[in-house]
């Protein structure tokens, strides 16, 4: 699936679970603080809901390909695969950003009227 952009969509490519946290691995390089934002809106109010008291850390390790949303304890299998799902509609709407990915960035802008402004 292609956003209007042109890129691909952002998912969550794998869950895994480590020593008190659970890694959900997604495809792309990098997530937005707005992008963070609205994840933790969408699913720590939801995470309350269902009991679990702990939050969301965003990382990327040096050399990784991917950017990983930990969820700092380990649900049910049930509950995991819910909170998976929650994320992946909320990363949908995102898209994926690949490392060497060339970015649009403004360096200039210019203003230019067709008739002068009076002040």
Not at 26 to 46: A, G
Not at 80 to 108: L, W
């Amino acid at each position: 699936m292609r956003l209007e952009t042109g890129d691909f969509i952002m998912k969550i490519a794998d869950v895994r679970e480590t020593w008190i946290h659970t890694h959900f691995i997604t495809d792309s390089w990098e997530i937005l603080p707005e992008e963070r934002f609205r994840i933790d809106m969408r699913v720590e109010p939801e995470l309350r809901r269902l009991g679990i008291q702990y939050g969301l850390q965003y990382e990327r390790k040096p050399q990784a390909e991917v950017y990983t949303i930990v969820l700092e304890c380990i649900p049910f299998p049930k509950t995991r695969d819910y909170i998976r799902e929650m994320m992946d509609e909320t990363i949908g709407d995102f898209p994926t950003r690949k490392k060497d990915q060339p970015r649009n960035v403004v360096t200039t802008i210019t203003v230019q009227d067709e008739q002068p402004k009076e002040v």
